[in-house]
């Protein structure tokens, strides 16, 4: 079992900044991935950026030079510095934790709402 816990959301006029922060249960060396993930009302769950055990990184293209994903193996944490912020950046953001051994957990979700 993993628990996730995410903070650091919030309200925010276009242009500004905020940082998304996960802290894992247990070691992220575990994890075979972990990412932000953000959801809309009646629109499906979309990948925004991962990290993958391999030391790779994918990012949505929606996002390419404005967010960039992190992580502190020291303090079990995956973190999302998100710059430039839009209106269309509204949503529900989830942190993920994938493992095949482990299994894959969700964070209870983060509110980042950002006004025009």
Known sequence: QVQL???GGGLVQ???SLRLSCVASRSILSADKMGWYRQVPGKQRELV???RSSGSAGTA???KGRFTISRDYAKNAVCLQMN???PEDT???YC???STI???YWGQGIQVTVSS
Do not use: M, Q
């Open 5 to 7: 816990v995410e903070s």
């Open 14 to 16: 276009a242009g500004g």
């Open 49 to 51: 950026a991962e990290l």
């Open 61 to 63: 293209d929606s996002v």
């Open 84 to 86: 430039n912020l839009k």
């Open 91 to 93: 949503a529900v953001y």
């Open 96 to 98: 993920n934790y994938a």
């Open 102 to 104: 482990l299994g894959t």
